[in-house]
Nanobody
Framework: VQLQASGGGSVQAGASLRLSCTCS????????VGWFRQAPGKEREFVAS????????VYDDSVKGRFTISRDRAKNTVYLQMNSLRPEDTAVYHC????????????????WGQGTLVTVSS
């Protein structure tokens, strides 16, 4: 497994969670990493991405101001800090390694990890 997401759980609306994505150096060190989510019965959607060096981030409007993506290159780990969670954030969250170094919603993502479930109740 080249990427592994963890940190999901069941929380009340307004709570916070931090997701982690660990990946191999070969898969992620020079690549952008993105977070995506898929709610039951819906298509997968882009959440956020971060460039190879952490210098550039992109967020979907639905999470802007509430979620923060960051990365620790020494640990080959990318984080998604999720604050002020809402029931509509309920989904399986996946991380993926991008084909480019800079990320974004249109960048192809080649390697995907198993997801972690986030459930937010009202």
């Amino acid at each position: 497994v080249q990427l592994q997401a963890s940190g999901g759980g069941s929380v009340q609306a307004g709570a916070s969670l931090r997701l982690s994505c660990t990946c191999s150096r070969r898969t992620c060190s020079n690549n952008a990493v993105g977070w995506f989510r898929q709610a039951p019965g819906k298509e997968r959607e882009f959440v956020a991405s971060i460039s190879w060096n952490g210098g550039s981030t992109v967020y979907d409007d639905s999470v802007k101001g509430r979620f923060t993506i960051s990365r620790d290159r020494a640990k080959n780990t990318v984080y998604l800090q999720m604050n002020s969670l809402r029931p509509e954030d309920t989904a399986v969250y996946h991380c993926a390694s991008g084909r480019s170094s800079f990320g974004g919603r249109t960048t192809p993502y080649d390697y995907w990890g198993q997801g972690t479930l986030v459930t937010v109740s009202s």
